[in-house]
């Protein structure tokens, strides 16, 4: 038997120096099936194969089946990582410019982007950072900011480049040319319910995060109700994958594991996220949830890029409107206006989710708080939800809830998402753990 | 949480009715690959899409690695067989005439179906037997039954239920308007490494068996290291299901598990198989092996046909030359003829293995043999591979453990699927287990 097992890992390797075909592919998802990590250049000729149409999606999505059934290896992770990295193009910052980026799992009302990337410019780092769409019932950092009129996010690699050197940070959209392979597998994963996979998801995140050129990431890991990860030791095993898995590329990486059982901050959609983070930013509502996280991860940003006392110098950026500055600097760069910004409002109209007793908020549902703002904002980019309340607070019985806004806002579809109960919960820590 | 579930499966139903889109397809993954088995309509409404186009080879890839990873029940095997069923065109034998039927799981020198078919029907049931190719190292019964000049095994629907009726028997190709569900489904599970499901193998065989029109099947589970089952209880446990599956669609059916850890008979190949059958059939060399196996196999199908004293029965029709008669009359229904059958001969080109020391036989690698004769017969249908020795044997140095027959035949190539050890191994049974 052993004997013909060598045989057999024999050919596989002599078929990925030339071609990897259907046979040696269906050898690599039988070997992953039955429980036996693939070699790096397995994986690395397998995606070069399915980039270049040597095999198809058949065969890919019943690997990806059986990867997320016996897992990946932090290797397996590493060398799926670098063949999608290798796909298509990547961005490279001039030498000696030490860039940091930071990334969100994906979560409901998550600002924290729109805020922590000028803060931490404002204090000297430089950020360069790509960004995805909404997906599901999670929000988008480029949908919220092509809200803004005027704005662009899709940047040139020179441009973006350039945006960085002299604004100090740009949020720009992941072009077509980089990671190729990792649209391809995503919409695949997503089609075969194969994205809850570690591996998979390790190597999609930082392979993007490669490929956009940063030297050091952070990475929020959400976890909740609201989050693709429910479990927070779950979470915690992904956040240490992706430290690890980015050291395997050569750039520093923390992680934070936190909250998403709530909506982060009290806006969800699109555009009214911009209009919370503006106010946020220029200090008109300054919500203790969001300030802590953001500073949190801001800090971790800093600390990355060499900046001493980063914790007390992103709290002075944000205190003297230093980082709201750098926000408009932003936006100006990439084809927006201070003016634009400004004259953002929230839909006049309105209807508001009243309390049908009194007790404490026991649960808000951020996943259906994310599916209605998403419904509620498609062809009405200010519309979407406000909630006038925190899980823990204690209301009365007609206090308000939340509010909708816009011409579909309904508050019979609000209600739903609020329990209400006589004790008073137990507070849920905002981070949960962090990885360096 | 439970109202959530709910809704999903409510929402699963209404799609069945209607169309089963990848959406809905999304959620069976999702749902089969999380443990739950899908509901007889969902696997129905599934293949009925498959079969249309509605979804594709990618989603279907990646259900079938989870079927293999969670396992089906019987219901879930029930319902793909009647799906599989469904897809295409059926075999009706007239009303009143019962028709019995035998299945391999597939062995190497495995000429049970040569020789039982027209055994049983020489006992006076009729056997209506649809049949496949060689597959991987393991034989096919239509392949074997070609090389005899001027036979036909492609034979219409009419021709079949005719020959059945005024023969006795027939051996047939399964025609491609029978079960093309089964064809895409194992073609795709044959390059998705997802062959090894114990549901998906149960709906492929009985589903073909139930196409075929018989109204009793005896199926031959081989089990061994050149079967696709290695292990005795998990071919137990598949016996069980056929058996079972095939009680839901109105069959009466019996399992036998038997021995595939060395060639069935010794002749492996695709026309030597046939000289061995023949001649087996004739009384010239009558193993004791594949004897006990006919013996086995045809009284189960005539105890299911209502024969009485059908090992008996069965005995004296091996014995007195009507089975082999019976075999000529098949052959010749079917456009081949006793001339044809009898002057067929082995190459005279021949090699032989010879023991390289004394000892006992441990082992006869009946995989390696199969992929050899494969090999050998590919443009030469006579040449393969007969076999001098069993396992058990004691053999002096020098002494032929088999013989190579063709051009291409080579000792060398043979020699290595021969295990000589000092001590006598213990026997195998041949029959494991009888699941009725």
């Given amino acids: 038997m052993i004997g013909g097992l060598r045989l057999a890992e024999r050919e596989i390797h002599a078929l990925d120096m030339e071609q990897f075909d259907e046979t040696a592919m269906r050898r690599a998802i039988e070997r992953k099936r039955d429980g036996a990590p693939l070699e790096p250049q397995t994986w690395e000729a397998m995606m070069r194969s399915y980039v270049g149409g040597g095999i198809g999606d058949a065969q890919m999505g019943a690997l990806l089946m059986a990867a997320l059934w016996r897992g990946m290896t932090i290797d397996e992770s590493a060398a799926l990582t670098k063949a999608i990295v290798e796909s298509g193009e990547t961005v490279e910052f001039p030498a000696g410019m030490f860039v940091v980026d930071k990334h969100s799992s994906g979560g409901v009302s998550d600002i924290v982007s729109l805020v922590a990337v000028p803060l931490v410019a404002a204090c000297g780092a430089r950020v360069g950072k790509l960004s995805g769409r909404a997906l599901g019932h999670t929000g988008g950092t480029i949908d919220k900011l092509e809200t803004i009129a005027g704005l662009r996010t899709a940047l040139s690699r020179d441009e973006f480049v350039a945006q960085v050197e002299r604004v100090g940070c740009a949020i720009a959209a992941q072009s077509q040319h980089l990671v190729p392979a990792d649209k391809r597998l995503y919409a695949l994963r997503d089609r075969t319910g194969t994205v809850p996979c570690a591996g998979l998801i390790v190597a999609s995140i930082v392979s993007k995060k ?60 699109t555009g009214i996220e911009i209009v919370e983070a503006r106010d946020f930013l220029r200090g008109e509502v300054r919500d203790a949830r969001v300030r802590t996280l953001v500073l949190r991860i801001a800090s971790e940003m800093l600390e990355l890029a060499g900046i001493a006392s980063a914790y007390d110098a992103a709290a002075a950026a944000l205190g003297d409107g230093a980082a709201y500055e750098r926000f408009i600097a932003m936006i100006e760069a990439q084809g927006g206006s201070r003016a634009a910004l400004e004259r953002m409002q929230l839909p006049s109209r309105t209807e508001a989710a009243v309390a049908p007793r009194s007790g404490y908020v026991a649960a808000i549902d951020a996943t259906a708080f994310g599916n209605i703002a998403r419904a509620w904002s498609e062809h009405e980019p200010m519309a979407g939800i406000v909630t006038a309340v925190r899980v823990g607070d204690r209301v009365e019985r007609g206090a308000p809830l939340a509010h909708g806004y816009g011409a579909k806002a309904s508050a019979s579809a609000l209600l739903p998402a609020f329990a209400i109960i006589d004790e008073k919960p137990e507070p849920r820590p905002l981070v949960y753990s962090r990885i360096s």
Wanted: net charge negative.
């Fill in 210 to 269: 490669v490929a956009g050129g940063a030297q050091a990431f952070v990475f929020d890991v959400k976890c909740g109700g609201a989050a693709f990860i429910h479990d927070s030791n779950e979470a915690e095993l992904l956040a240490r994958e992706l430290v690890s898995v980015a050291g395997r590329f050569g750039r520093s990486a923390r992680a934070l594991v936190t909250d998403m059982n709530e909506p982060l901050g009290h806006a969800v959609g």
